[in-house]
């Protein structure tokens, strides 16, 4: 899946209230320009689905922003779109 539509979820915001650092929210806004550009492919993203959480019946995905930082989304790929859930720390 090369260049998506990067979609936020309406509960975007809300869901990554906890990101205060502006550094971390700086290298998300670069990660979602390799998204447009690029796709899940690119190999900093390090994309991949989680094992058994879903979205409304749908499969939720993980991109890495940093060693403490996720991005979870959900895919779909025949509109080539994805939908930004939130940025959560990782456990």
């Given amino acids: 899946m090369t260049g998506v539509n990067v979609i ?8 990554s209230r906890q990101v205060k650092d502006q ?3 700086k290298v998300v806004e670069r990660k ?5 550009v690029v796709g899940l ?8 689905p989680l ?3 879903f979205e409304n ?6 991109f890495y922003i940093s060693n403490k930082w ?3 989304f ?3 790929q025949e509109k080539n779109e994805i939908i930004v859930l939130k940025v959560c720390n990782h456990l």
């Fill in 8 to 15: 936020f979820h309406v509960d975007y915001e809300e869901n």
């Fill in 57 to 62: 019946g749908v499969p939720v995905w993980e």
């Fill in 51 to 53: 094992n058994k959480v």
């Fill in 23 to 25: 550094r971390v929210l």
């Fill in 32 to 36: 979602f320009k390799f998204l447009r």
């Fill in 70 to 72: 996720r991005c979870l």
């Fill in 41 to 48: 492919s690119y190999p900093s993203l390090n994309a991949k």
């Fill in 74 to 76: 959900t895919c779909n």
